[in-house]
């Protein structure tokens, strides 16, 4: 798999449900970043966590960095229809860096009323 | 709230054309970048700008593309003779710190070439 990979690619819940999706990377990172985008428009920032970081949470998202497996996961509670969007993880690498992000090929989520 | 915004929504150009796609970033960010999005491809990396030059670029950042931040508000990327596979979205994003700080995104511009 190539840097950022989430799975599943495609997630359809009911609205109220919780929604997990996951990313896998292969290099060492300085922070992994999750970002949402809505159909035609841009990607919108959600929550960075840094690598020496394992958990953090931002209203109803949670996410979880595990850097031995290379892999994060972001949890979206209580969802909501508003909630549908392409959700993509994308990683900053280690060492010097200005902030490159390598984006993942993203998770579409389909939320339900 | 501020915002990256980017003109053109949408570029039509014939290939062999230059191309320039105007991005205003937040006023107070200090990194600019450039992304471009090819239709049910992945966002790609292009170019990062810092302190008026470039800091890094991607291996598709050739000799064909160039930034340039002409005044204090405007950063622009230009395409001198655009190919069919340019044909993408182009993302501008801006940051007020490097590495440890989120992006924020222009809605974009469609780029199609023809």
């Known amino acids: 798999s190539q840097q950022g990979e989430e799975d599943p690619q495609a997630l359809s819940i009911q609205e109220g449900e919780n929604a997990t999706m996951n990313c896998s990377y292969k290099?060492?990172?300085?922070?992994l970043q999750w970002y949402r985008q809505n159909s035609g428009r841009g990607l919108v920032h959600l929550i960075l966590?840094?690598?020496?970081?394992r958990e953090k949470h931002s209203g109803r998202l949670r996410v979880t960095l595990d850097t031995s497996k290379k892999s994060s996961s972001l949890l979206i509670t209580a969802s909501r229809a508003a909630d549908t969007a392409s959700y993509f993880c994308a990683t900053v690498p280690g060492g010097t860096s200005y902030g490159k992000l390598t984006f993942g090929q993203g998770t579409i989520l389909t939320v339900h009323p | 709230e501020p915002e990256v915004t980017q003109t053109p929504s949408h570029q039509v150009t014939q290939m062999g054309q230059e191309v320039i796609l105007r991005c205003v970033p937040i006023?107070?960010?200090?990194?600019f970048y450039w992304y471009r999005q090819i239709l049910g491809q992945k966002v790609e990396f292009l170019v990062s700008?810092?302190?008026?030059?470039?800091?890094?670029k991607s291996e598709i950042f050739d000799d064909q593309f160039s930034v340039e931040r002409p005044d204090g508000s405007n950063f622009t990327l230009k395409i001198r003779s655009t190919k069919l596979e340019d044909s993408a979205m182009y993302f501008c994003?801006?940051?007020?710190?490097?590495?440890?700080?989120?992006?924020?995104f222009g809605d974009g511009t469609r780029l199609s070439i023809l």
């Open positions: 700008f810092y302190n008026n030059e470039i800091s890094e």
């Open positions: 290099t060492s990172i300085n922070n």
């Open positions: 994003a801006s940051s007020p710190g490097g590495q440890n700080q989120p992006q924020h």
């Open positions: 966590i840094r690598s020496n970081e």
């Open positions: 006023s107070n960010h200090l990194y």
